[in-house]
Each structure stands twice: as C-alpha cells, then as structure tokens.
C-alpha cells in the first residue's frame, strides 16, 4: 500500500501550538487521499516550533499531488493554530514544498497549492483554477473596504485591532515588544520624574534639557548641544526625519517678497540674491498645506497654535545650509514681517522653532502617517483581494505588508481617533491632522511615491549641488538595489510584456488600488493598467520601496530589508536573486559605514541594515 510521508512545521511564535485535532487530504492528479487525522499517539503534537512527521497510507498512487487540505477540529476549547509549511515526500521518494504561513481558526479548513508560483494563465486543469478562484472569493469577504475618513485612502474594515483576519493581526510577541519598548523609552528619558511637563507650559529651555537627562546616545547629545545654530537647523531638512520637503527655489514666490537687501549680509558670493537663485545656491520649505488647518483646542483654556511657515535657505561656500529669511504665514503684509539672521536672537530663533514646529506636523502627518501608512495598506488590502498565495507576486509582496493593517487600525483606534492622543498632545489635534491629510490627498500622486521622480520634481537631483544629501544618495542605491531584485523576480514568471497584459489578477490589483483603494481620484494618476514589464517592475518597486526604505527613512528600523523568514518562494532563480539583493544592500551598508566613520552626525536611517521590511510601528 502506498505511502505518504507528511512533514508539518507549527510556527516558533508565542501560542502557536494547538492541542486541537488537525486532519489532511492530499488530493493528486488521479484520486484523493482519505480524511487522515494526524496523532503520533504517545507524543505531543504541533507544540509551539515543532516539525511533526506522519504517514499517510493511500489504496493506490494518486499521482502528481496538487493541493494539501489541512482540517482543524476543536478539542476541548477552541485553541488556533500557526502552520508554517507542510512538506510530502511522495513513495517515488520526491519531496514537495506546500508554503502556509497562515492561522487556522475556529473550525476551518486551508487548502495549500506547492510552493512553485504560477501567473493564473499557467494554471491548466479545472482543479487548481477552481482552487484560485474559491481563494480569492474567501478573500475578497474576509478583506473588504472601507472609507475611515471622506477624502482619505481607503483601509481595511475593521473598527478595532480584534475585529482584523487573524493572519493580519499582531502577534503576541509583538503586542509585548510595544510594551517593552514603551516602558524601555520612559526609563531611558526618565520621564516618569517630569511628567508633568508634558501636560503644562515649559518656562524655559532649561526643562527641555532635563527630559534627556539620560539620553547617552551621541548623535541625540551633538543635536542637543547644537540645535539653536543655523546650520544644524539646515541640516535638518537634508538628513533630518522629514527629509522630502526642501526643494531647489527656482523664482521667489509673490507670496514671499524677500529683497537682496534683506539677506545680502548672508550670502557669501558676493552675488545678488537673483544670482545666487540662477547659480542653484538657493532652496525653499514651505508648509502651505497647513494654512487653513484648525488648530487643536485641549481644553477651553487652552488653545494651541499653527503656522504654516515659509523658509529660505542658502547653500554656502562650505556646503552648509543656512535659513536666511523666514516668513510665518502665506500672506505677506505688516502683520506677517519677514524674520532674519540679522534680528534679535530670540526672535530669529523663535522662527526657527515655528518652523519646525510646522515641519513637524507635516511630518507626522503627511510625510510619515499618509505617504508610508496608508498608502502601504492600499497596497495590502488590494494584494490580499487581488492575488492568490501562488501568485508570485504575492510571495514578493507579502512580507512587505506584515502588520501594516494592524499597526494602522491600532492608529485609528488610539492614536488619530475623536479623543486619541493626536487630539490630547497635537497641535493639529481635534481635526485638523484629518484635513491635512484630505489636503495633502490632492497632491499625491503615484509619480511623487516613485524614489527618482521625487528627487527630481524637487530639483535636489545633483550631487554637485548637494553634495550632503545623504537620504538622497543612499536612497538611489537602496532604490535601485530592490528595483533589480524586483526586475529579476518578474523576469523569472513575466517573458514578455503580453504576460503582463494577460494575467488579468495582476491587472485587477492595478485597479483595485486605483479604482477602490485610491478612489479613483483624478489628481493621484495611478495607474489603472499595466502593459509592460517595465512598468510592473517599476510599480512593485514603489511597493517594496515606500514599505520598507521611505519608511525607515522617516522613522526607524526593525526586521532589515532583504531577510525574509517566511520562505514562500521555493524556486532556485527566485533565491538566487534574494542572495544578489541581499549582497547588494550588505555592500551598501558597508559603505555607508565607511562614510559615516567620524562624522559627528553620522546617516544610516538608509542603511539597509536599519530597514525594516514592512511598515509595522
């Protein structure tokens, strides 16, 4: 009687073990196994970690085995199951690969397609089409959207962290790791002693110092020691946390009419200030996004305050970015003076702190919340309606959404909720961080999320020019380091552009994010169908990009891009190409290492070792 060799591997996560009856069917090109219920009898089975072998006696060969049926029955009380993957060695002796990486809960059942991907035009025998499709029907229930906010991307319908897939949600390790990381963060601020602080005003600058009594990190004091000088408050927008506003002034705005005579005392080129703007010496921020917006209101004593501030900049002989002229509003007049380095040190400091106080809600609203968060669960959301677990698209994006629902629903659960802590500690609390975003929507555009393009519209392209700009420059590398691994993974199951045009999943994900995702806004451009290789490797690229680096870029690192755990390729060509990126992105590590060595402010928020692979914090 023939026999089936069944391997199961149970995930190494907290409470992913299950006491609970797990049943397989092998279903084969010429007949189906019986219902078999796995139990070694005298040993535990599918403990946390643990791989466990079975056999599975079958009447007759049951030839090429195409799908493993995977049943979880509830023993005593209903206890959910990981299965990371499943493994069967035929009586031929060959060994099949089935990827699972999922939950089972409840009294459900999953049906595994083999670890080789196929585009939905490979698959050829009623079976397995039958298969894709009842997967993606399951799908497209289970993963629905919803509108949180009129105006914004749409997201997952969930109201709460609970009411989210099981497969998306935290896991227990990560809800800990919050924990812990929270209460490491209070004890190495101290913050516990000056609590107070944060809910009254600061009298001086001398409060601000005392809540990073403990901070012991280099980089944190440097800044600390030098925040008030100019050309640390330059530095800032190349190397900063929001990196992506300074652009190349091109034409003074008629909104802010500064004179040569102004600012002839700042520049060192012994040029007009006309000159110095031909010359590219000249660069401008301005947070026009937040004229308008209403300012948070805490309690009715106390109101807090918006600028939407307008800054000059100029590039000195020595490379330096230097503020030369700040203005407080969009609207110039005798109520909105125009702030200089020349003017009383308090004032122009003042100015500087508006500034960046600005910065700062945009940074955390727009360029972190909007163009990393929730555009990354756009992606998510229509991945899992749109494509398959046996699309090869979907095993490369897969580990690039991990968690990104989760950590978005806790955001709007807690975080930028009616009541939540932007509305108790933000100046665009109440509101207003929710018409920035509806404001900040018309602007977005799918050719703003491509790396280069950004770069580029922003004319801080030339090295030469900007010879600082270290986000820019290891932000190119990394771009290009995942576009190849991108280019490599379509070439391996794309062979021409009319594969692209034929696989009408992939096409329906392109629509999904535009259509329902993006709603269909005429200013966002996104693509609604994708002709070429080209432009599917540049799309994914955007994916990959905005998930991992941009997002690191704005925040911080956890799992470093390129280590992906959950093996759901199985192909040689495929893991090969992982091995080059993963050379790739060590080599750019290693070399911004090098360039780092000794500077007082080192950049690695770009290091590819500081990457994390999915917008999960």
């Known amino acids: 009687m023939p026999s089936y060799t069944v391997t199961v591997s149970t995930g190494s996560q907290w409470f992913a073990g299950t006491d609970d009856y797990i049943y397989i069917t092998l279903v084969g090109s010429e007949g189906c196994s019986e219902r078999t219920l796995l139990d070694k009898a005298l040993y535990d089975d599918f403990e946390r970690g643990a791989v466990d072998s079975y056999d599975v006696r079958v009447g007759e060969n049951l030839g090429e085995i195409l799908l493993v049926k995977i049943e979880k029955k509830k023993y005593w009380m209903q206890d959910d199951w990981y299965c990371s993957y499943i493994t069967v060695k035929t009586p031929s002796g060959d060994y099949l690969e089935f990827p699972c990486f999922r939950w089972l809960v409840d009294d459900k059942e999953v049906v595994l397609r083999d670890g080789r991907a196929h585009l939905p035009q490979d698959d050829k025998t009623s079976l397995v089409k039958q298969h894709r499709q009842k997967e993606l029907d399951s799908r497209r229930k289970t993963y629905r959207w919803k509108e949180w906010q009129p105006g914004f991307p749409m997201s997952i319908d969930a109201d709460r962290h609970k009411d989210l897939p099981r497969d998306v949600q935290f896991d227990s390790e990560k809800g800990v790791d919050f924990v812990l990381n929270y209460s490491k963060a209070i004890e190495n601020l101290f913050v516990n002693q000056f609590m107070h602080m944060f809910q009254s005003s600061w009298s001086d600058f001398g409060d601000f110092e005392k809540i990073f009594v403990r901070i012991k990190n280099t980089i944190s004091e440097y800044v600390m020691q030098h925040w008030k000088e100019d050309f640390m408050f330059g530095y800032q927008f190349l190397n900063g946390c929001n990196p992506v506003v300074i652009e190349k002034c091109l034409k003074l705005p008629d909104k802010f009419p500064v004179t040569h005579e102004m600012v002839s005392v700042s520049l060192e080129r012994e040029l007009t200030l006309e000159q110095e703007i031909e010359a590219g010496n000249i660069y401008i921020v301005d947070y026009e996004v937040l004229d308008g917006i209403r300012s948070n209101c805490t309690d009715p004593c106390t109101l807090q305050y918006l600028a939407p501030t307008i800054c000059l900049l100029y590039k000195n002989t020595q490379n ?298």
């Open 320 to 617: 330096k970015i230097l503020p030369i002229a700040i203005q407080l509003g969009q609207t110039p007049g005798k109520d909105q003076p125009i702030f200089l380095p020349t003017d009383d040190k308090y004032d122009w400091l003042l100015a500087k702190i508006w500034v960046r106080s600005s910065d700062f809600q945009y940074h955390q609203t727009i360029t972190h919340l909007l163009r990393t968060h929730l555009i990354s669960e756009v992606f998510g959301v229509a991945m899992y309606r749109q494509l398959p677990a046996v699309h090869p698209v979907y095993k490369l994006l897969i580990p690039h959404v991990r968690f990104t629902m989760a950590i978005n629903t806790k955001a709007r659960e807690q975080l930028i909720c009616e009541c939540g802590i932007f509305d108790k500690a933000n100046a665009t609390g109440g509101g207003g961080h929710v018409q920035m975003i509806q404001k900040a929507m018309k602007s977005l555009t799918f050719r703003s999320l491509c790396f280069p393009d950004m770069i580029k519209a922003r004319g801080v392209d030339n090295k030469e020019e900007l010879p600082t700009y270290f986000y820019r420059d290891d932000g190119y590398r990394v771009w290009e380091a995942t576009k190849s691994f991108v280019s490599d993974v379509v070439h391996i199951y794309y062979t021409s552009d009319e594969t692209v045009q034929e696989d009408g999943e992939i096409q329906a994900f392109i629509k999904d994010v535009c259509s329902f995702g993006m709603q269909d806004f005429d200013h966002c451009e996104f693509p609604k169908f994708l002709k070429s290789r080209e432009k599917l490797i540049e799309y994914l690229t955007v994916i990959v990009f905005t998930a991992s680096a941009q997002h690191a870029a704005v925040n911080f690192g956890q799992l470093y891009l390129g280590m992906y755990p959950d093996e759901h390729f199985i192909e040689k060509p495929v893991k090969a190409a992982m091995e080059t990126f993963r050379k790739q992105l060590a080599e750019i590590s290693s070399s911004i290492k090098k360039r780092n060595n000794g500077k007082k402010l080192p950049y690695y928020n770009m290091s590819p070792d500081q990457i994390p692979n999915s917008v999960a914090v």
